[in-house]
């Protein structure tokens, strides 16, 4: 850990932020054993005022996984009957999610693409039963016609791990205004872990997602509804994985909210070694509270219990406060 980090703790504490406590008193409310209903309607963030909610006041947010898919890295296969991840759905929320978000196409490396139907036949059904939950839901996918329909169909936010490469994902974003997590990919899952290159990985990171934050903005997507994401093992060597987590206080000054999604990743396996993805989750909640201790916002996990109490403790050491003692800090 080094200047990047420290710097920004200083700044945290010489704004007296608060990123911490809000959930953390969300969390104190629900206790346990309630239902996913009723913890949704105590999140406090249903995403009406696009990202305001994630502002007032600042709290780290946990972004549950729920990958309809047969061929995921770490769950392929066990979350895709609508049952299981009705399941799932219910467990994440009752473990904390403030999100869930939804994916019906693998992105591992080398995954094989699948038609827009088939995604569609994937998702659909699933999105239409945990609407019903009362918790913002969100859609992994690049595609605009998935994305379009989900929209319909209840999901409150867009996941692109293309960064609204397409123009119609950018129109879309635009025209339904929705908070579109815009993360970084050097090539595509069939190729992207060939030969990653970078001049400098941080800057080249951040440079290509200011370019198309603001490409979208050009497009009409509201400047308050991006959120920019690294790609953590998407074109990138383990060495770039870890100097971008490092780093990511640099993404977080440039003002949009930052989303990382460490988890589970074979980056942890690169340093630990012999560890199959299930067994990451010490190595997942080292990567999470570094990442909320830089100011991320949300973090994506599998693991939504453990990473919940890792990004609590972590904001609460970040600001240097209990939860519960912040004053509102709204977005200036
Ligand atoms: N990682 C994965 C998928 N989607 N979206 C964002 N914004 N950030 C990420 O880091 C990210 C993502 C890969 O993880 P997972 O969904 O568990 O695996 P798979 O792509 O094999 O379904």
């Known amino acids: ?7 920004h703790i200083m700044r945290q504490r010489a704004r007296g932020g608060d990123q911490a406590a ?3 008193r969300a969390l104190g409310r629900r206790g346990g054993g309630s239902t996913g209903r009723q913890q949704a309607a105590t999140s406090g963030h249903d995403f009406k005022n696009g990202l305001d909610s994630l502002f007032t006041p600042t709290r780290p947010l946990i ?6 898919t047969p061929d995921s890295f770490s769950d392929g296969g066990m979350f895709s009957s609508p049952q299981a991840a009705w399941r799932r759905a219910r467990q994440l929320l009752a ?21 827009s139907a088939e995604e569609k036949k994937r998702l659909l059904p699933v999105l239409k039963r945990l609407r019903r939950l009362a918790v913002p839901l969100s859609v992994d996918t690049y595609k605009p016609d998935v994305a379009e329909e989900a929209l319909q169909a209840g999901a409150r ?9 397409d123009p119609r994902m950018r129109a879309l974003a635009a025209r339904r ?34 370019a198309a934050a603001r490409k979208a903005e050009q497009a009409g997507v509201p400047r308050k509804n991006i959120i920019l994401d690294p790609g953590i093992g998407f074109g990138k060597t383990a ?5 971008l987590l490092q780093n990511l206080s640099v993404l977080v000054a440039t003002g949009y909210p930052v989303l990382v999604g460490p ?20 190595g997942t909640a080292a990567a999470v509270s570094l990442a909320i201790a830089q100011g991320v916002r949300i973090v994506r996990v599998h693991d939504v219990k453990e990473m919940k109490m890792a990004a609590l403790v972590a904001a609460a050491i970040a600001q240097g406060r209990l939860p519960g003692r912040e004053k509102t800090c709204p977005r200036s």
């Open 63 to 68: 972004m549950g996984i729920i990958n309809l």
């Open 177 to 210: 205004r929705v908070p579109v997590v815009m993360m970084h990919m050097q090539g595509t899952p069939q190729n992207m872990q060939a030969a990653p290159r970078y001049r400098e990985v941080v800057a080249d990171v951040r440079r290509e997602l200011l």
């Open 22 to 24: 809000g959930k953390a």
């Open 263 to 282: 988890s589970r990743k074979a980056f942890i396996n690169a340093v630990l070694g012999g560890l199959p993805p299930s067994a990451r989750t010490w």
């Open 239 to 243: 060495e770039h994985n870890l100097l």
């Open 95 to 115: 473990e904390g999610a403030d999100i869930l978000d939804l994916g019906a196409e693998s992105s591992r490396p080398g995954a094989r693409p699948i038609s």
């Open 157 to 165: 936010m867009v996941n692109d791990i293309t960064a609204l490469r």
């Open 1 to 7: 850990m080094g200047g990047p980090l420290q710097g």
